[in-house]
């Protein structure tokens, strides 16, 4: 098993292995009534029931450079969108989507930066990790695969943590829950959870299919920070990956969450390539 080399461009990953990756999130984060389909020159994820961007969108994107050629793409990925109901969303990271200037493009198509981040991927192994870092009474669990019987409760613990980590309106909850427990049924999905004296403290979650394994949705509630149970959660996540023979490990995180780069990297991650921008249409 090899990792990626840090001091390559995108860490020595091939042009297939990168356009895999990138579809690869997407299809992770795919439930019933989510759905993703390879278009060939891109990727789409798609929700009926969701309008948020985030889960309605384009990424792999690999389009004509030519201008009249471009054009007519992005005019039938503009139809596409607008067909379903939603917006036009494209992610683009330089270096990767074609063409080169895809983001000036879309720009200039009347798409706007929504703030993106990086892509990080697991160059060198993690550290072991201790149980006896852990604060006196905690536990860390691992919810793969769940049981029927314990989907609900398990679903409403990771939420409950995920909704005090993120600041999740309290409105979106059931919606959480709802996914969390249509995705606890999936055998390529773990969590890990930290639990003290029975409560749910941190959490993280990794999908892990097809050679390469997905860590996203790491936090840790607010009483708890500065304990390294964050750091503690993806060191399992990514440990666990390689004792599965998985050599491809990546994460998510915003441009501006500089803390979580920093301990990403303390962890064994590397940056790969530059920061992607989530290009929103919102004028036409």
């Not at 992610?91 to 703030?115: C, T, Y």
């Not at 604060?135 to 613990?157: D, Y």
């Not at 995705?183 to 050679?211: E, S």
């Amino acid at each position: 098993m090899a990792l990626p080399d840090p001091g390559a461009p995108f860490c020595g990953l091939d042009a297939d292995t990168l356009r895999f990756m990138e579809a690869h999130q997407a299809r992770a984060v795919t439930i019933p009534g989510r759905a993703w389909r390879d278009l060939g020159d891109a990727v789409m994820l798609f929700s009926a029931t969701e309008v948020e961007p985030f889960f309605n969108r384009l990424v792999a994107v690999r389009w004509p450079s030519a201008p009249a050629a471009f054009d007519d793409r992005l005019r039938a990925a503009c139809d596409l969108f607008i067909a379903l109901d939603r917006r036009p969303y494209v992610w683009a990271i330089p270096g990767l989507s074609r063409p080169d200037d895809l983001i000036a493009r879309l720009a200039a198509n009347g798409f706007v930066d929504q703030g993106g981040g990086y892509d990080m991927v697991l160059v060198r192994a993690p550290e072991a990790v201790a149980d006896g870092g852990l604060p006196v009474g905690a536990v860390v669990e691992r919810w793969n695969p769940s049981t029927e019987a314990e989907i609900t409760a398990r679903a409403e613990a990771i939420a409950s943590v995920i909704s005090d980590s993120f600041d999740v309106p309290i409105a979106r909850n059931p919606n959480l829950v709802r996914e969390i427990s249509l995705t606890l049924g999936r055998p390529d999905f773990h969590a890990c959870v930290v639990t003290v004296d029975g409560k749910p403290v941190a959490t993280g979650q990794r999908y892990t299919f097809d050679g390469a394994s997905y860590i996203s949705s790491i936090g840790t509630r607010p009483d708890w920070r500065g304990r390294g149970l964050g750091a503690y959660v993806t060191r399992v996540l990514a440990a666990d990956s390689l004792a599965e023979g998985v050599d491809l490990v990546y994460l998510g995180v915003y441009t501006e969450n500089t803390g979580a780069i920093r301990l990403y990297e303390r962890l064994g991650f590397a940056i790969l390539g530059e920061r992607s921008a989530d290009m929103l249409q919102t004028q036409k």
